[in-house]
């Protein structure tokens, strides 16, 4: 590999790119995708055409088959360690994905990987999650280095905790990862929200009024003052939460988030979500061209990594191996 080859990579878990996105944007070159989820696909096909082909399965993908890559990026399934998941860990089967992928990585002896968890893998089983990980990362040859960083911090008005590891091969000179904990290059909600979609809520319905029947009672707000000064309401399954600038973690089973737009309440939509991911606008028009639906869109979203977290890792990693 010469200095100024372009670096490869293979994006596993692909969902709809948003891991994919952040490494192009620092010039690497995607040669494959595995993903097993036939919606996620049709949109990532959308997105990004089908010049390479989806292997599918990581788990029983034949290694030899797939061409050389330089960075293997995924973000392996996070319900199992999920705070808001059951928490099952390596015992479910979700969870064994993360051995696959290291599979994978013998295989093809990859120089470097970007994997990406929710924050609550820190914590699962009392940190011994991540540590029988880093463990197994170690013996297979790895440096690895991990943050959980924010995607508020890097741009988007998203809340958004994650664990990301960095790994480079032992035998590859570089220098330890200088992690970036933000970014500037900032778009608001509103911008973020601009493109209304759909038709208003109405709050004095029985269902919503009774929602909102203990915070009114409380005399926290008036429905007034929730639709002049609330920006972001998630309705939850005992509360409401408000938010002003920002949203909060938005999940894939998560369609309870609502934004208020001139004293009226509308349902957060897919291809709001997708720029709440750092998502470019041409996507949102390719979604839209391609009939992509809102709700389908919006779960996917809620699964994606957030590409200027994902652009900022990247960089981290290419500094430190000197390219
Ligand atoms: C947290 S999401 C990652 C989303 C993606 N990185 C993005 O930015 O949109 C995890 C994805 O892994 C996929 N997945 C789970 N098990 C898989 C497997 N065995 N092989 C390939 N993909 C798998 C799921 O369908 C899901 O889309």
Redesign the pocket.
Known sequence: MGYKDTLKFFD????????RLGLENNGLECVGH????VD?DKTYKVFFGDKERNIG???TADTSAMPDFDVMVG????QTFSSVGKRAGFEDE?GQ?IF?LMKILKEKNVPYFILENVKGFVSHDGGNSLKTVLKEFDKLGYDVSWKVLNSINFGVPQSRERIYLVGIRKDIPHKPIEWETGTDNKITLKDCLKRLHGKPVDIYNASWQNYLHKELNDGKFTEDELLEHACIIDRRNQDIRVYKDRTPTLRKGNTGLYYTHNKQLYKLNGYQALLLQGFPKEYVRKAKDNNIESGKLLE?SG???TVNVMTSVCKSLLNSINR
Do not use: H, K, T, Y
């Open positions: 596993f878990c692909a969902g709809i790119g948003g891991g595995s993903e097993i989820d996620a399965d990581l788990m973000g392996f399934p996070c979700r994905v696959g996917q699964n994606a990594m």
